[in-house]
Structures are given as C-alpha cells and as structure tokens.
Nanobody
Framework: QVQLVESGGGLVQTGGSLRLSCAAS????????MGWFRQAPGKEREFVAA????????YYADSVKGRFTISGDNAKNTVYLQMNSLIPGDTGVYYC????????????????????WGQGTQVTVSS
C-alpha cells in the first residue's frame, strides 16, 4: 500500500516560515496531482494549495496567496509547501494528498479529487 509521508511541521512565531515536505513511499507510484489541505480544531478540512502535474498549473486558496508556494517533482512523487509570513490563522494539521487517476475536468481543489492522504503534520503559529 502506498503511503504519503509528511514532514516539516512545528511551532513558529507570527511572521516566521516553515517548509513542509511530502513524498510517496514508493517511487513507482504515479500521481497526476498533489495538494495540501489543513484542518483546525472544530473546523472543516480546507484546501490550501495544489499542483496539477499534467497541466503544470498551481492553485491556491485566497487566504494563502502571496504567502505560500507549492512546488514538487512529479518524477519523485514529492511535493513541498513553502509557508512564509505565517499568522495564527494558519494553525492546524496539514495533510498531503495525491490523486492517482487522470481527470481533465475536475480542478484539484476538492477533497474528493484525491485517493491518498498523509497522516498530517501539525503547524502551530503563535502570536
């Protein structure tokens, strides 16, 4: 079974930066899109950022545009999330997600687009 492994979470002060990493346990695993979601206590899991390998496009939630950058290497099934200018509202558990099937019509910003999920990594931003 393919697993997604995240790393890079931690505690940071407002205005600080963190870089999250995610990689599939098997290099032969093919992904068509990968993304990041986050969930704060008592809140719904929300979209943060995603990349479509097929079209070479990236997507961001309005709340993180200009502050977060998603990047990765499709050949290695890895994805990164560089988070700058962090604010307390960014606090939550961040989940890496991967889509193992092609989809020409569905944008990669919905939870149901993805087949595999990581275990999550905690990001805490103190004021």
């Amino acid at each position: 079974q393919v697993q997604l492994v995240e790393s890079g979470g931690g505690l940071v002060q407002t205005g600080g930066s963190l870089r999250l990493s995610c990689a599939a346990s098997e290099r032969t695993f093919t992904t068509y899109a990968m993304g990041w979601f986050r969930q704060a206590p008592g809140k719904e899991r929300e979209f943060v950022a995603a990349v479509s390998w097929r079209f070479g496009t990236t997507y961001y939630a309005d709340s993180v545009k200009g502050r977060f950058t998603i990047s990765g290497d499709n050949a290695k099934n890895t994805v990164y999330l560089q988070m700058n200018s962090l604010i307390p509202g960014d606090t939550g558990v961040y989940y890496c997600a991967a889509a193992s099937t092609a989809n020409l019509y569905q944008l990669p910003n919905g939870k149901n687009r993805y087949d595999y999920w990581g275990q999550g990594t905690q990001v805490t931003v103190s004021s």
